[in-house]
């Protein structure tokens, strides 16, 4: 069944995931098909949505989730990542784990014999642009023909969003500053997708060309979790980058505001936006309970 590392991962399963959440979601499942089932949850940072959403997600599912700190895991003392992925996988079914390395979940998952999943790494976010797909899907309507601009750090919400948005048929524009654009290989691999899909995918510094004709707008703090060392310096650089109304109104009327949480109010967005009529951002964090469902359901049943 393979593990969840990156939206690559879903390539061909990204819609079938997707509507399998709608259906979830709307109680249209078998009950308790995850009966007997346990998913360990490894956190290396801290987690407020990712970590109560899948623990409440798997008792919903009829499964159980155990919290693993890695200051409490002796992987936190120095046990070997393979170790810990090959006993593990006696006692569970799958492994959810927020890593500071995206090469440490990747060791794991290829020493692993259950689903790894990646709950946020320095490189990619996946299950949250899951739920925010999901999000655009019940706000929007659908995706194809749709414009999504994230606005920020070219880090690991934007470089999930850059892959799964031509994946549904959907162009992309990210406006961030000299210097904070996302890797290279995610690029590459979302520019494929966009050639392969039809789509436009557009990285730039000048946030009203991004905004053009955009029908969803997303942002994230300018500081992520593992780069307070550089907070100063990015205040400064992101400064521009503020989504305020009048970066809003560059952006289609019914355009919608989302933010994966937590938010920096005064920062990377304005109070007026973030609590303003077209922002979605509790539909968008209540959603990833019914994405994640849907992955776990997908990986684990
Ligand atoms: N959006 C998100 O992943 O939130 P947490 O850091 O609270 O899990
Ligand atoms: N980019 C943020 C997302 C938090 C959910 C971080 O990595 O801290």
Same mark, same amino acid.
């Given at each position: 069944m393979?593990?969840?590392? @990156?939206? @690559?991962?879903?390539?061909?399963?990204?819609?079938?995931?997707?509507?399998? +959440?709608?259906?979830?979601?709307?109680?249209?499942?078998?009950?308790?098909?995850?009966?007997?089932?346990?998913?360990?949850?490894?956190?290396?940072?801290s987690s407020t949505r990712t970590r109560v959403s899948f623990d409440v997600g798997m008792y919903?599912?009829?499964?159980?989730?155990?919290?693993?700190? @890695?200051?409490?895991?002796?992987?936190g003392r120095g046990e070997p990542i393979s170790d810990?992925?090959?006993?593990?996988?006696?006692?569970?079914?799958?492994?959810?784990?927020?890593?500071?390395?995206?090469?440490?979940?990747e060791e794991l998952a290829k020493y692993s014999d259950v689903p790894v999943i990646n709950g946020l790494t320095d490189l990619e976010h996946p299950c949250q642009v899951l739920a925010d797909m999901l999000t655009i899907k019940?706000?929007?309507?659908?995706?194809?023909?749709?414009k999504i601009c994230f606005v920020g750090d070219g880090?690991?919400?934007?470089?999930?969003?850059?892959l799964i948005a031509p994946l549904l048929g959907m162009d992309m524009s990210l406006a961030c500053p000299k210097g904070y654009e996302p890797c290279e290989s995610i690029l590459k691999t979302?520019?494929?997708?966009?050639?392969?899909?039809?789509?436009?995918?557009?990285?730039?510094?000048?946030?009203?060309?991004a905004l053009e004709n955009v029908d969803a707008v997303f942002?994230?703090?300018?500081? @992520?979790?593992?780069?307070?060392?550089?907070? +100063?310096?990015?205040?400064?650089?992101?400064?521009?980058?503020?989504?305020?109304?009048d970066l809003m109104s560059i952006a289609n009327d019914d355009a919608i505001f989302l933010h994966c949480l937590p938010a920096v109010r005064g920062q990377e967005v304005t109070a007026d936006v973030i609590d303003g009529p077209q922002s979605v951002i509790?539909?968008?964090?209540?959603?990833?309970?019914?994405a994640q469902k849907a992955i776990l359901y997908y990986y684990l049943k």
């Open positions: 393979g593990s969840l590392l @990156s939206i @690559s991962d879903i390539k061909d399963d990204v819609k079938y995931i997707l509507d399998l +959440a709608i259906k979830i979601k709307a109680g249209d499942v078998e009950e308790r098909p995850l009966e007997g089932k346990t998913l360990a949850m490894i956190f290396q940072k919903q599912l009829g499964g159980r989730a155990i919290f693993l700190s @890695s200051n409490d895991l002796q992987m810990t992925a090959k006993v593990l996988s006696r006692f569970v079914d799958g492994i959810m784990i927020r890593a500071i390395k995206h090469s440490d979940v019940e706000h929007l309507g659908d995706w194809e023909g749709r880090n690991n919400v934007s470089n999930s969003l850059l979302a520019l494929e997708y966009a050639e392969e899909f039809n789509t436009e995918i557009t990285i730039t510094d000048d946030i009203g060309v942002t994230d703090v300018w500081v @992520s979790m593992g780069d307070e060392v550089e907070k +100063a310096q990015r205040e400064i650089d992101f400064a521009p980058f503020q989504v305020n109304k509790y539909d968008e964090a209540e959603n990833r309970m019914h």
